[in-house]
């Protein structure tokens, strides 16, 4: 069976630290790993990945692949209180028609003052 | 808004009764696909559309649940006799399929609750 696991679970940081969350997965046909921010509502897109050791950039967040070893991270760098979110991990497959997302339970983060 | 819109947001119904929820995707979106997420959970996978085909569904979908997407636009997934097990945020996303990869986009759910 599919499996997305994501850690650590939940983190408690302090406004300007850098945080590293980490996904790892066993898919049958890897197509691309996505990364979903999610607070009270809807996961809200930010990073997908397919290619392996290029990095995705978006302001302070930064992923990065490494498809030997199955994984990827999610850097924050001087995280702020509206960083506090829950961060989805999520493999597609590439079964040809499908493109059903496997998501791991997340990891909570806390940014507090 | 141009994004994904989903109604209601909230449904509290008692165990035993129909619901049906709506989602409208992103309009040049082909691709309509819902999820369940329970608390403490990712988003668990229970259907896709292309256009109007229903493609796959999961085992999660028992025969109390079906989904429509009658013209291609937007869907409709409806639950029988609901179940106290049903409550969970249902999630719906869309995404548009070009060379390959697609991102889906997700809509801010339905959040039910069966009492």
């Known amino acids: 069976e599919d499996k997305v696991v994501q850690s650590p679970l939940s983190l408690v940081v302090h406004e300007g630290d850098t945080v590293t969350l980490n996904c790892s997965y066993e898919v049958t046909n890897f197509r691309s790993l996505l990364w979903y921010k999610q607070e009270k509502k809807a996961p809200t897109f930010l990073f997908m990945l397919t290619s392996s050791g290029i990095e995705k950039k978006s302001g302070r967040l930064s992923s990065i692949l490494d498809k030997k070893e199955l994984s990827s991270i999610l850097n924050i760098t001087a995280t702020q209180t509206g960083d506090s979110a829950i961060y989805l991990c999520a493999v597609a497959e590439n079964t040809g028609t499908a493109s059903k997302l496997t998501f791991g339970t997340g990891t909570r983060l806390q940014v507090t003052l | 808004d141009t994004g994904v819109s989903q109604n209601p947001r909230h449904k509290i119904t008692k165990r035993g009764q129909n619901v049906t929820f709506r989602c409208d995707p992103i309009s040049e979106h082909n691709r309509l696909y819902w999820y369940r997420q329970t608390l403490g959970q990712g988003p668990e996978f229970l259907t896709y559309?292309?256009?109007?085909?229903?493609?796959?569904k999961s085992r999660l979908l028992s025969d109390r649940f079906s989904a429509e997407r009658p013209k291609g636009s937007f869907s409709t997934l409806e639950i029988q006799r609901t179940e106290q097990g049903d409550s969970a945020m249902y999630l719906c996303?869309?995404?548009?399929?070009?060379?390959?990869?697609?991102?889906?986009?997700f809509g801010p759910g339905t959040r039910l609750t069966v009492l």
């Open positions: 996303a869309s995404s548009l399929v070009a060379g390959g990869a697609d991102t889906q986009y």
């Open positions: 559309f292309q256009n109007e085909a229903q493609l796959e």
